[in-house]
């Protein structure tokens, strides 16, 4: 499966941007999905997750509340809409497959990952 994210850019802290990734080779309607972001000099980190049914979802504490994920299984994709960014959300934001049903936080339990997009939060 390839996936493909979109969306990113640059806002000012306090804004929104809502992120897509929309996946080709086959359905991923049984599979988790989740993001990931990655800040320079940083590891990447879990952000938001989806199980394969679209109605469970989880997020790291430092989003929750203000990151939404959802997704569209006849566009066969998944977003992330970000409210309320802050200039620590500034990151490359990956989207990914899970390897299973269910979206964890680890990402050794992704098999296929997006190339990235790029967010921009000013103070």
């Known amino acids: 499966v390839q996936l493909q994210a979109s969306g990113g850019g640059s806002v000012q802290a306090g804004g929104s941007l809502r992120l897509s990734c929309a996946a080709s080779?086959?359905?991923?309607?049984?599979?988790?999905m989740g993001w990931f972001r990655q800040a320079p000099g940083k590891e990447r980190e879990f952000v938001a997750g989806i199980n394969w049914r679209g109605d469970s979802t989880h997020y790291a504490d430092s989003v929750k509340g203000r990151f939404t994920i959802s997704r569209d299984f006849r566009k066969n994709t998944v977003s992330l809409q970000m409210d309320s960014l802050k200039p620590e959300d500034a990151a490359v934001y990956y989207c990914?497959?899970?390897?299973?049903?269910?979206?964890?936080?680890?990402?050794?339990?992704?098999?296929?990952w997006g190339q990235g997009t790029q967010v921009t939060v000013s103070s």
């Open positions: 080779g086959r359905t991923v309607s049984n599979n988790g």
């Open positions: 990914a497959v899970a390897r299973r049903p269910y979206a964890s936080a680890w990402s050794a339990d992704y098999s296929s």
